[in-house]
Each structure stands twice: as structure tokens, then as C-alpha cells.
């Protein structure tokens, strides 16, 4: 490795480092500017702007105390139920064990600022379950909201119950001004349920939770909950009964806000959140998203045309808001909370809802609480399996039609995925074998061809003589029976392969939290050592299924270093470079796609081994030495190279 490259290496460090330190500086000046807004509302007696403001400032320094302490005030002013505390989050997160039969009441706030909705200002803190065998929801009274959703059968990393979302922080509910001019916000209001039971268990049948917000004698909003056994996907269906008189009567909309923290699920924080975006579903057409691995802190879109469906979607689970109908149109975005040490983004949704205020008007929607399983999302339709990215074109093809059938296939019969990743490798290469092989032969003979191609390189020393050694190889590799492509192409043709794994793996959640060997999770990185301290770009761990990935990638490339031209400084240098830059890349991708990379390496090495036991030397060298004594017939691209040196005033090389 020369001078250069080391330097080269000390700069990319040195860039990384000083984006760290920028990045910090760019979050405290941020916090600031906000903290004086926040301020300023606050001496003004704008209560909620400001509490709003403060949430938006925890965003840059989510364990500040002084806005913390500032939030816990306004709550008490405002009469929210639960205190900010010195955590991640603004909001305390109640946990799934409080009472369903808590009784807590919410200090009652001023009736006027609500109109027809005063009685609902104030009301009790209590939850209702709805839930099956593969999923629970508390459903609060307060915004009638699905306070928490947790799936049974899977867990977080660190073995918690695995809950999509869950706390006061999640806002759920309609927004719509009254013929008052009232701002009503129905995921501040309270509902009251049409029963007296506390649980609902959807065993046998299906099972539904009907909540009222009251607003005059039979005029209210009705949320109606329905799930059935051995489904993620929950029936939501809302009525607004007899709103005219009450709702504005110049509006033929709504907005449904949606908004909630995504917490981290998975140990590979960095892998999870490059998976981690919106996406959306246009009504009878594509599916689109916010950009995957954005370097914005805050991304959104301003949608205006009918969607189908939302999904606020993580790594490997799900939140989806689906309408039978269809949105009007929609706002969403996605902010990233690097400081915080529990949740990965804040996500928002503003969706608008047909509304016909004269008449009773009746919305049907969906909700998806489940994971980013292709079969099970395939089951429900609208295009849910596209929540799991497999890549675009031919790359999305070779996963759909080839990796994922083989992959069930071998899933049938074989428990162990380690085993199965390993089969499935040997499946591929066994396919993919002629290409190789073919491939492996060119490279060969082109190696036997190595001293003479190096007595031209002797012949044609001076860079103005490039051309002419370049026309003299080419000529003898002629003769030799040779296609120098014949080596490039067949690599080429692979690449699909290859860029098909690396977007299968990390997004299988077949994968999440099965072991192989000292992987204990083959969808995350397999450290076998942790580092005091974080190298930019690779991480704080070392994983070694990354490790016997490089290794192995350079014992390949060695194999094969002593073709023509590979002998140089500047491509011995990019043999090493380049498997050193993807150890670098891949440290804290999935141990799954390592795992298959390594097991293709070894693979390979062994098929170029015993194809080369197939390439007789003699016969190429007996070969060229038959043809010299043949005149050769210049090919077309031949002709074009001495054409153009012509121009140029170069002669050809002499036979």
C-alpha cells in the first residue's frame, strides 16, 4: 500500500470525524433557536404552542432537563394525565401491565374552547383490550385511539414483549373546526364505550369495541374496533352521526392525524434504521416511499392525490392505515432521533377523509399491526408485500421468482437457516456454475499468456506507445483463441445475484433471532468482540462473520491476481482497498448476508481450483504458435483501434 492510498484512508477518517463534530454542532444550535420560541410562547401564556415547541426542541437533545421540566409544568397546567420524565421521550410510555380498570380522572379543562364537544373535555384515563392470538391493542378512552399494540408471538432483542408503539405521545384522531369556528382535536377528547367489559378476546369469532364521542343527543362520532381470531389486520370503522348543525358546513374534508415514535426493535440500531421509512400505496396504482437512507433530519412529502393506503414502517414490523375508499390526499414525514437511545423516528400523517357534513357520513378503514412477512402481507392484498423491499427490476424479480421460492422450499424440511443459507448458496453456484466456469477459463489462459504479455509491456515501455502495446496484446490473444471479455461478461451477468442477496437478507424476518454457530441473530451482526470506542463508519464491534467474508474475498482475488495487468501498483493496491472498504460497509449488516458472501468466496475458490485442473497449457501455447504462423483477419473493433492511431500519425506493431 503506497503513500497515497494511506493518506487517502487518513482523510476519509478525518471527514468522518469532523461530520461528527458538525453534526453535534448543528443539534445544539438547533435545540437553541427552538428553546427561544419555546420561550417566548411561554411568557406569552400560549400554553400548548409552547409545549409544542419544547417536544419539538427534545427532538435535537432528548434528555435536556430543563425542557423536560418545562413540559412536566405545562402538563400539569394543561391537565395531561402523565408527567415528561428525564427519559428518551417527552411522554411516559405506560406500561402493558397498569390496570385496564384504572379509574385516574383528567383534571377537567375550560368546556368553552370545545363548543358542542364540552362534555367529552374531561373524562377517565382507562384502556379497553382488544385482542387474538397474535395480537393485543389498548384501546384508551382518551381519543378513542389504539394506545398500545403488542404482537404476541415476537419479542424485542433484548427479550421485552415487542410493542409497535405505545403512549401518549401517539395522537390518533380527526381535526376539524365546528360551525362555531371550535378547533376540535378528537385524540383529546374523551369517548365512552357502549359496554361495561374491560377485555375482549377474539378466540372463536370475531370481536368489536364501539366507542362514542358525545356531542348532543344522538349526535356524535363512533369508532367501532373489530378483530378477528388468528389476524393482525383490525376493521375500523367510524360514523359521524348526525353532524350538521355541528361540523362546518364549508368543508367536504377532513384530516386524520397520525402520528407516533417508532421504537428501536432490533440490536443493529444502524441496519434497523436504513430500513426504517413511510410508504404509501396511490390509490389503483404504485406503491412509493420516503427515500431509504436519507441524510435529512427531517423528510417528508406533500401528497396530492388519493392514496390507499399508509404504512409507517420499520425493519421488520408494520403500522398500516388503510382505507376501504381512499384518502384525499396526504402529509407525511419522518424526523430521525439520533439522541435518543430507545426510539428510531418520529413519524406523521396527515391523511384527508371524504366528509359530507349534511348527511351521516360513514368511513371504512383498516389497520395493520403485524410483520413484514411476504406471505402474510401477500394474503391481505392492496399491494401490502411491497412493504418488504426486495429491490427494483431485475434485482426484484431474481428475489420474487428464484430466491424466495427456493429459500420456502428449503424452509419446508430444513429447521436450521444457517444450514439453509448454506444450501441455498450451493444452489446458486451450482447454476451459476457454466457462467463461472467459463469465466475461470478465460482468466486461466489469459494467466498461461502472462510472459509474453509482459515481454510487450518491455516492448512498448513509453505511454505514447500505449496504444500500440494495447493492439499487439489484443493480437495475441487472437491467435491464442482468446476473448478477453470472455472473462468480463460472465462476472457481470452474476452481479444480479448478487445485488438480489444483499437486499434479501437484511429484510427476511425469517431471519430475526435465529442462531447459527456464534450468530445469535442472523438478521443483525455477529459480534464476537465489543470496542470501547467507535471507529466512523464501522462501528464499536467486531464481527466475524464480516472478518471470514474479507479474508475470504481476498484469497479469491489472489487467485487470480496473476492475470495481465492485475500485477500492477495501482490494481494491487484496489485488490486489497476495495474488500477492506466493504469489511468497513457490511460490519453491521445482517450476519445472514456476510454469512452468504463468505460461503460464495469459499465456494468460488474451489470451483476456480478445479476448473483450473480442466485449462492444459500446452495446448494454449501450442495453439498461439500454430496461429502466428496463420495470417489473422483484423476484427471490426481492431480495425476502428488502427484506423483511429492512423489518424494520429501511430503505425501498427509489426508481425
Same mark, same amino acid.
Given at each position: 500500500m503506497d503513500r497515497n492510498t494511506i493518506t487517502g484512508i487518513i482523510l476519509i477518517f478525518a471527514i468522518f470525524i469532523g461530520f461528527s463534530i458538525i453534526n453535534n454542532s448543528r443539534h445544539t444550535k438547533s435545540y437553541d433557536q427552538i428553546i427561544k420560541v419555546a420561550d417566548s410562547l411561554y411568557a406569552r401564556g400560549e400554553m400548548e /404552542?409552547?409545549?409544542? +415547541?419544547?417536544?419539538?426542541?427534545?427532538?435535537? =437533545? &432528548? /434528555?435536556?432537563?430543563?425542557?423536560?421540566?418545562?413540559?412536566?409544568? !405545562?402538563?400539569?397546567?394543561?391537565?395531561?394525565?402523565?408527567? *415528561?420524565? =428525564?427519559? $428518551?421521550?417527552? !411522554?411516559?410510555?405506560?406500561?402493558?401491565?397498569? &390496570?385496564?380498570?384504572?379509574?385516574a380522572t383528567t383534571p377537567a379543562v375550560t368546556g368553552d374552547i370545545y363548543g358542542a364537544f364540552s362534555a367529552a373535555a374531561s373524562g377517565e384515563d382507562s384502556f379497553i383490550t382488544l385482542e387474538n392470538n397474535k395480537v393485543e391493542l389498548k384501546i384508551s378512552l382518551k381519543g378513542g =385511539?389504539?394506545?398500545?399494540?403488542?404482537? =404476541? +408471538?415476537?419479542?424485542?432483542?433484548?427479550?421485552? &414483549?415487542?410493542?409497535?408503539?405505545?403512549? $401518549?405521545?401517539?395522537?390518533?384522531?380527526?381535526?376539524?373546526?365546528?360551525? $362555531?369556528?371550535? *378547533?376540535?382535536?378528537?385524540?383529546?377528547?374523551?369517548?365512552? &364505550?357502549?359496554?361495561?367489559?374491560?377485555?375482549?378476546? *377474539? +378466540?372463536?369469532?370475531p370481536q368489536s369495541i364501539v366507542l362514542r364521542l358525545m356531542a348532543e343527543d344522538e349526535k356524535y362520532i363512533e369508532y367501532k374496533y373489530t378483530l378477528e381470531p388468528d389476524k393482525y389486520m383490525v376493521d375500523f370503522d367510524v360514523t359521524f352521526k348526525s353532524m350538521d348543525g355541528i361540523v362546518a358546513q364549508n368543508i367536504n374534508s377532513l384530516t386524520l392525524d397520525w402520528r407516533t415514535y417508532l421504537p428501536q426493535q432490533e440490536k443493529g440500531r444502524q441496519n434497523e434504521d436504513n430500513y426504517t421509512t413511510i410508504k404509501y400505496k396511490y390509490f389503483q396504482d404504485e406503491v412509493d416511499q420516503l427515500r431509504l437512507r436519507s441524510n435529512k433530519e427531517t423528510d417528508q412529502t406533500d401528497i396530492t392525490t388519493k392514496l390507499s393506503w399508509v404504512a409507517f414502517q420499520g425493519q421488520f414490523f408494520s403500522s398500516v392505515l388503510i382505507s376501504n375508499e381512499f384518502f384525499i390526499n396526504g402529509l407525511v414525514s419522518s424526523t430521525k432521533l439520533p439522541g435518543s437511545e430507545k426510539y428510531l423516528r418520529y413519524f406523521t400523517s396527515e391523511l384527508g377523509v371524504p366528509f359530507n357534513p349534511a348527511a351521516s357520513t360513514a368511513l371504512s378503514m383498516k389497520m395493520y399491526y403485524g410483520p413484514n412477512h411476504i406471505t402474510t402481507l401477500r394474503k391481505e392484498g392492496l399491494d401490502l408485500e411491497e412493504l418488504v423491499f426486495l429491490g427494483r427490476n431485475i434485482i426484484g424479480w431474481i428475489n420474487r421468482f428464484i430466491i424466495i421460492p427456493i429459500f420456502n422450499w428449503l424452509d419446508n424440511y430444513i429447521g436450521n437457516y444457517g444450514i439453509i443459507i448454506l444450501i441455498l448458496t450451493i444452489i446458486i453456484k451450482v447454476i451459476l456454475f457454466p457462467l463461472t466456469f467459463k469465466s475461470y477459463q478465460s482468466q486461466a489462459r489469459m494467466k498461461v499468456l502472462k510472459p509474453q504479455v509482459d515481454e510487450l509491456a518491455k516492448k512498448f515501455p513509453k505511454k505514447e506507445d500505449a496504444l500500440k502495446k494495447q493492439q499487439a496484446t489484443m493480437d495475441l490473444y487472437k491467435r491464442a483463441g482468446i476473448n478477453p471479455m470472455g472473462g468480463c461478461l460472465p462476472t457481470l451477468l452474476q452481479m444480479p445475484i448478487l445485488f438480489a442477496m444483499f437486499r434479501f437478507f437484511p429484510v427476511s424476518i425469517e431471519l430475526r433471532q435465529e442462531s447459527f454457530l456464534w450468530a445469535t441473530d442472523l438478521s443483525t451482526y455477529d459480534s464476537i468482540l465489543s470496542l470501547p470506542f467507535k471507529i466512523p463508519m464501522y462501528g464499536d464491534h467486531v464481527s466475524l462473520f464480516t472478518l471470514l467474508m474479507t479474508a475470504s474475498t481476498i484469497l479469491t482475488m489472489k487467485m487470480t491476481s496473476s492475470s495481465p495487468g492485475q500485477d500492477q501498483p495501482g490494481m494491487k493496491a484496489m485488490m486489497y482497498m476495495m474488500p477492506v472498504m466493504f469489511m468497513l460497509i457490511l460490519n453491521n449488516f445482517s450476519a445472514g448476508l456476510t454469512y452468504y458472501y463468505f460461503l460464495a468466496n469459499i465456494l468460488t475458490f474451489i470451483q476456480n481450483w478445479v476448473s483450473g485442473k480442466f485449462i492444459d497449457e500446452k495446448a494454449v501455447l501450442a495453439r498461439l504458435e500454430e496461429n502466428r504462423k496463420k495470417p489473422v483477419k483484423r476484427s471490426k473493433w481492431q480495425q476502428r483501434l488502427e484506423a483511429a492511431a492512423k489518424q494520429r500519425g501511430i503505425k501498427p506493431p509489426k508481425k
Open positions: /404552542n409552547a409545549r409544542a +415547541e419544547y417536544i419539538n426542541a427534545l427532538r435535537f =437533545k &432528548p /434528555n435536556a432537563p430543563d425542557a423536560i421540566a418545562r413540559v412536566n409544568e !405545562i402538563n400539569q397546567v394543561l391537565g395531561f394525565a402523565q408527567p *415528561a420524565q =428525564k427519559t $428518551d421521550t417527552v !411522554i411516559q410510555d405506560t406500561p402493558l401491565s397498569q &390496570p385496564a380498570e384504572s379509574n =385511539k389504539v394506545y398500545s399494540a403488542r404482537l =404476541k +408471538e415476537y419479542y424485542t432483542y433484548d427479550s421485552r &414483549p415487542l410493542i409497535l408503539f405505545s403512549g $401518549d405521545s401517539t395522537i390518533f384522531g380527526f381535526n376539524f373546526f365546528t360551525v $362555531d369556528n371550535r *378547533a376540535i382535536q378528537t385524540n383529546n377528547l374523551y369517548f365512552t &364505550p357502549s359496554g361495561k367489559q374491560q377485555r375482549y378476546i *377474539a +378466540e372463536t369469532g
